[in-house]
């Protein structure tokens, strides 16, 4: 079992930024792939961005590409969104997910076995 535990949300000021952290526990992290996906209120979870299990591919979503950078460091078990030039509608709760099988298809929830209890952002115009 993996247990994910998400940080380093807050309110900050359009423009801003903020680093998001996952925290994974369990021996076999390196194997997952990992994501952020956001749920802004009243709006269906949207995929963010992922990474492949080496780190060395990443995908984003085109509203945060070029803004955002999803990072890994498989020795500390931890996943990490580094969010910059933060706008109003990035505001939504952010949610850390792992998994083997969404190594084929990164972008789609169900395939993500393991997801964290959410961290909030919320950037200020």
């Known amino acids: 079992q993996v247990q994910l535990v998400e940080s380093g949300g807050g309110l900050v000021q359009a423009g801003g930024s903020l680093r998001l952290s996952c925290a994974a526990s369990?021996?076999?992290?390196?194997?997952?792939?990992m994501a952020w996906f956001r749920q802004a209120p009243g709006k269906e979870r949207e995929f963010v961005a992922a990474?492949?299990?080496?780190?060395?591919?990443?995908h984003y979503s085109d509203s945060v590409k070029d803004r955002f950078t999803i990072s890994r460091d498989n020795a500390k078990n931890t996943v990490y969104l580094q969010m910059n030039s933060l706008k109003p509608e990035d505001t939504a709760v952010y949610y850390c997910?792992?998994?083997?099988?969404?190594?084929?298809?990164?972008?789609?929830?169900?395939?993500?076995?393991?997801w964290g209890q959410g961290t909030q952002v919320t950037v200020s115009s």
């Open positions: 369990g021996r076999t992290f390196s194997s997952y792939a």
């Open positions: 990474i492949r299990r080496s780190g060395g591919s990443t």
């Open positions: 997910a792992g998994g083997l099988r969404a190594i084929v298809a990164v972008t789609v929830a169900s395939l993500y076995d393991y």
